[in-house]
């Protein structure tokens, strides 16, 4: 169907607007509103001042397609896991052979060379099962 808008002739496909009334329960000059805004037809004032007053504020999801930076997560100093990998690396470093022993991270890595070879361990603490 065609419509006027602004002096402009618009086609409208009949099953839009007949779709649009059903599902949502609206005249058909409503349905015919919302496509118009919908494709950029038709500028709503309120819309536009609404859209302004939002991106002043700053929050909630940005209307501009801008990402806002993640902030790192906190973690947690783990004592019984460095008293592992402490201990772990006491051991190895006092067995005959090994060479070039050096801690890479201390709640989880502990890297060395034992006859020619190189080796890392890496210390994982599992989560309890969810129930």
């Known amino acids: 169907m065609r419509y006027k808008v ?6 409208i496909p009949d099953v839009y607007i007949d779709t649009q009334m059903k599902k949502l329960g609206i005249s058909r000059q409503e349905a015919v509103d919302m496509y118009l805004s919908d494709e950029d037809l038709v500028v ?22 801008e990402k806002t930076a993640r902030k790192p997560p906190e973690r947690k100093p783990d004592d019984i896991k460095r008293a592992m990998i402490a ?15 050096e801690v890479t991270n201390i709640e989880r890595m502990i890297a060395f060379e034992y006859d020619g070879e190189k080796y890392e361990l890496t210390l994982t603490r599992k989560r309890k099962p969810k129930k």
């Open 87 to 101: 201990g772990l690396a006491e051991y190895i470093d006092g067995v005959d052979g090994v060479s070039g022993l």
């Open 44 to 65: 709503n004032p309120e819309v536009i001042a609404l859209t302004q007053k939002a991106k002043a504020a700053g929050t909630g999801a940005k209307a501009t397609g």
């Open 6 to 11: 602004d002096g402009k002739n618009i086609s």
